[in-house]
């Protein structure tokens, strides 16, 4: 079995990543235009033949691209996303129409166990954002051999706030990949609007460096001895947060719990190292983890809204 999981980019300006599993590849978000998908996607040794699936986190506009939502089309790769993601989408883009006549279009809802490829399971969790719906997911693949899966991975690009439903979630997860955005004191002090500040600073915003070292810790926690064994830190602001202050911040946090645990800081201008997934010695010792249901909540009228800065 072969896997490997990279952040092709991840910040204000364009997100995606690849999880690639037995020569299945799925896309964590379109963000990027074609021609930069391929660049990333080259400097990986990858290109689109690598994959065969994209999956929708929400739709800020840093989160999907038109013309990448047309590449879809034209390779005949199918998209997940909530209903409320297409509905959205339909009026800002003709690519998503074109999409749905091409049968390309795949819907999922909170807590509904996806069935990407064989071992494949995606399970999306509803997260606090100011686009709502927005979605975390954790990906679980299994072999055959054990009771558990052989691997998991456990992806958060955007979020206001962590709840015990991401916590419970992510318990085990061998790759934690999460927002680390900004350090409050560099957001306080910049000269971004008040507005903006609020926005970024609530509980439908973004993380802080010091809230995700919480989340971050609380997952370990609930998680078996070395669990996370990577942490992966995402949508880092460019303005308002240093690589340094989050790398700091996230290995404080595992310090107790899994001080093995490797740290990688995603970038926005090139893609980050690639981390190979496979079954270990230890993946026995993990928490076994089941679907915690929550409380169905109704979906608003959401309308799209394009990435704000420092988003």
């Known amino acids: 079995m072969t896997a490997r999981f990279t952040v092709l980019a991840s910040g204000s300006c364009g997100n995606a990543s690849l999880l690639e599993v037995n020569g299945f590849g799925v896309l964590i978000d379109v963000g ?38 047309s590449a879809l089309r034209t390779r005949r790769i199918p998209m ?17 129409t074109s999409l749905g006549k091409a049968n ?26 100011d686009c709502d719906p927005t979605f975390a997911f954790r990906f679980d693949f299994h072999d055959g051999n054990g009771n558990g899966p052989a691997w998991s991975l456990g992806y958060a690009a955007d979020l206001g706030c962590g709840s015990e439903e991401l916590v419970d979630a992510f318990a085990g997860v061998e790759v934690l990949a999460i927002e680390y955005n900004h350090d409050v004191a560099m957001e306080r002090a910049s000269r971004r609007p008040a507005f903006l500040v609020q926005r970024v600073l609530g509980d439908t915003g973004h993380l802080s460096n010091r809230q995700a070292a919480e989340l971050t810790r609380s997952i370990a ?14 949508h880092l602001s460019q303005e308002c947060n240093h690589p340094m202050l989050a790398e700091r911040a996230g290995r404080h946090a595992l310090a107790d719990l899994s001080p093995a645990a490797a740290v990688t800081t995603a970038r926005q201008e090139a893609p980050a190292r690639s981390i190979s997934l496979g079954r270990h010695a230890h993946s026995a010792r993990r928490t076994e983890v089941r679907p915690v249901p929550i409380a169905t909540r109704e979906l608003g009228s959401a309308s799209l809204r394009p990435s704000l800065p420092g988003f």
């Open 221 to 234: 926690a609930r998680s078996g001895p070395a669990f996370p064994m990577h942490l992966v830190q995402l």
């Open 104 to 129: 390309l279009t795949r819907e999922f809802g909170a807590e509904a166990i996806l069935d990407l490829a064989p071992g494949l399971t995606c399970r999306p969790v509803w997260v606090s954002h």
């Open 32 to 69: 990027l235009n074609p021609r930069e998908l391929d660049s990333r996607l080259a400097a990986i040794g990858a290109s689109w033949d690598n994959v065969h699936a994209a999956i929708l986190t929400h739709t800020h506009g840093d989160h999907w691209k038109a013309r990448t939502l």
């Open 80 to 96: 997940y996303a909530h209903a409320n993601h297409f509905e959205q989408l339909e009026g800002a883009a003709v690519s998503v």
